[in-house]
């Protein structure tokens, strides 16, 4: 049974940081492929950026230069550091868990593959 946990969002003033982070439990974050992404209300869901289990990353165009994802293998955690934070980056975040590796080449959530926590508030 996977299970993913987001923490460390909140307020933030524009041009602010904040780091997100995502406990995993039932699957290792050293594998396959790991991600974030975000929906903000009335929004669409959109990808940010993934981390394949060889270490290479991948971003969104909006969030490049702004977002750095990497892991903490040792605690079994993903991170999410944000810099720069502006308005339009409000959103509900999200950690994805993709075991078959495609939203690493595509960024798309897919609700039928892959897996996702609940979700954790962040409000610039």
């Known amino acids: 049974h996977v299970q993913l946990v987001e923490s460390g969002g909140g307020p933030v003033q524009a041009g602010g940081s904040l780091r997100l982070s995502c406990v995993a439990s039932?699957?290792?974050?050293?594998?396959?492929?790991m991600g974030w992404f975000r929906q903000a209300p009335r929004k669409e869901r959109e990808g940010l950026a993934a981390?394949?289990?060889?270490?290479?990353?991948k971003y969104a165009d909006s969030v490049k230069g702004r977002f750095l994802i990497d892991k903490d293998v040792a605690r079994n955690k993903l991170l999410l550091h944000m810099n720069n934070l502006q308005p339009e980056d409000t959103a509900m975040y999200y950690c994805?868990?993709?075991?078959?590796?495609?939203?690493?080449?595509?960024?798309?959530?897919?609700?039928?593959?892959?897996?996702w926590g609940q979700g954790t508030q962040v409000t610039v």
């Open positions: 994805l868990a993709d075991p078959s590796g495609a939203y690493f080449y595509t960024l798309k959530p897919l609700s039928e593959s892959n897996y």
């Open positions: 039932g699957y290792f974050v050293a594998r396959s492929c």
């Open positions: 981390l394949y289990s060889d270490g290479s990353v």
